[in-house]
């Protein structure tokens, strides 16, 4: 029987260690690097509706910290850094052999990043006794759907971290091999880097 | 495998410039400043902050010119994508 191995031309083929001969990295960590490319893609489409709306049309925006509540969400943006310093941790305690204080990091950034999504909500709930709905025009549309995009990926990133853990503490990763860790983290940190930029554009600016 | 040396960084050091500059931010955003000055200044503070995480967290300072090529290559593309459509909207 001929497999897929098989017909594949030698110099295509993975190296044992499974590190891409091309890039010099592990399969599943460029695997991760061109889905994050996509994901740039997806947040700039959305990034740039929103600029050339507001750009459009700026009287249907109020005035940063009018509607928006500025300090809640200040401090929900450095919440987030923190589960970036915390699941960053995770991989070096991993890298270092620490496997204790790598589960342990991991439930932080899994508990830092459940706070975020909480105090997103939070935040809709006060919004929507104010009034300001999905349906309030420009405004409320483009906020909703950025901040609700953001959230959707941080829930996932919260899920997919939560199953991570679970790994760690069964054992699933080692000083030699911690590449699941390393792949979830790539993308628990875009996420992180993706909210600065939107916290700047939608609550500062 | 994942590549076991590799040098770390002081994370926690990224993480208080990290706060740092978001309590920058947060002073810039109310600054009685002309607004297109206001509007800079946050714009540079955001993608200091989001070079931050992406050298030191996404370890993109570490990995080879190949995967750091990979990762800046849809930049031109957003930025034309933004740039176009604005100028559309003119």
Known sequence: MTTHADTMPASAMLEPTGVEPGARVYHNKLGMWVFLLSEVMFFTALIGSYLILRFAHPEAWAAPGEMLNIPVTAVNTFILICSSVTMVKAYAAAAEGHQKAMCWWLVATVLIGATFVGVQLYEYTELVHKGFLPSSGLYGSTFYTMTGFHGFHVTVGVICMAWVTLKAFRGGYTQADHRGIEVVGLYWHFVDLVWIILFTIVYLI | ?90
């Open chain 2, 1 to 90: 495998m994942a590549e076991a040396t590799r040098h770390l960084p002081n994370y926690f050091g990224v993480w208080a410039m990290l706060a740092l500059l978001t309590m920058a931010e947060l002073g810039v955003a109310f600054l009685p400043w002309p607004k297109g000055t206001v509007i800079a200044l946050l714009v540079l503070l955001a993608v200091w902050k989001a070079l931050l995480v992406a050298l030191y967290f996404m370890h993109l300072r570490y990995e080879p010119n190949r995967i750091r090529i990979l990762a800046i290559a849809p930049l031109p593309l957003a930025v034309i994508l933004v740039v176009a459509v604005i100028q559309e909207f003119r």
